[in-house]
């Protein structure tokens, strides 16, 4: 089976309006539980420079991944699979969020927060999108 770059930049959108939304929340109720001001700017830039980020770095881990054929029966995929593209995704994805918070909030304490939450949310919320993109069969090509 091989996947079109269609495919790729589709789950890459519907993956990043989740996460950016998912980011916005954890940073928003981290900075503003950590300061003496109601902040809605500082997680909207957070947010924002995370999705021009990752976005362009989820298509290419998507990428990627579509060149190895583990984990690929037919036209199935296993869900070690999915498991394992959650964690890749999640070093690198959490490694963006790590770099923007602390250039934003300059707050080391918020910035460890923010990720500590954005791993354990977002290991669950990439692993159930790709579950989801794994029953849809468009954009692949039976080989």
Same mark, same amino acid.
């Given at each position: 089976?091989?996947?079109?770059?269609?495919?790729?930049?589709?789950?890459?959108?519907?993956?990043?309006?989740?996460?950016?939304?998912?980011?916005?929340?954890?940073?928003?109720?981290?900075?503003?539980?950590?300061?003496?001001?109601?902040?809605?700017?500082?997680?909207?830039?957070?947010?924002?420079?995370?999705?021009?980020?990752?976005?362009?770095?989820?298509?290419?881990?998507?990428?990627?991944?579509?060149?190895?054929?583990?984990?690929?029966?037919? $036209?199935?995929?296993?869900?070690?699979?999915?498991?394992?593209?959650?964690?890749?995704?999640?070093?690198?994805?959490?490694?963006?969020?790590?770099?923007?918070?602390?250039?934003?909030?300059?707050?080391?304490?918020?910035?460890?927060?923010?990720?500590?939450?954005?791993?354990?949310?977002?290991?669950?919320?990439?692993?159930?999108?790709?579950?989801?993109?794994?029953?849809? $069969?468009?954009?692949?090509?039976?080989?």
């Amino acid at each position: 089976m091989e996947v079109t770059k269609n495919r790729s930049i589709l789950k890459t959108i519907s993956y990043r309006i989740v996460g950016f939304i998912n980011t916005f929340l954890i940073s928003f109720f981290v900075i503003s539980y950590g300061s003496e001001n109601f902040d809605t700017i500082s997680p909207l830039y957070v947010a924002l420079i995370v999705l021009i980020l990752k976005m362009i770095t989820y298509y290419i881990h998507e990428r990627v991944w579509n060149s190895y054929k583990y984990g690929r029966i037919n $036209q199935k995929v296993i869900r070690l699979r999915s498991f394992f593209k959650s964690l890749t995704w999640r070093l690198a994805a959490s490694t963006i969020t790590f770099f923007s918070a602390i250039f934003i909030t300059s707050n080391l304490d918020w910035t460890k927060s923010i990720i500590i939450y954005e791993i354990m949310s977002g290991l669950l919320i990439y692993y159930i999108h790709e579950r989801v993109w794994n029953k849809t $069969q468009w954009g692949r090509i039976k080989l």
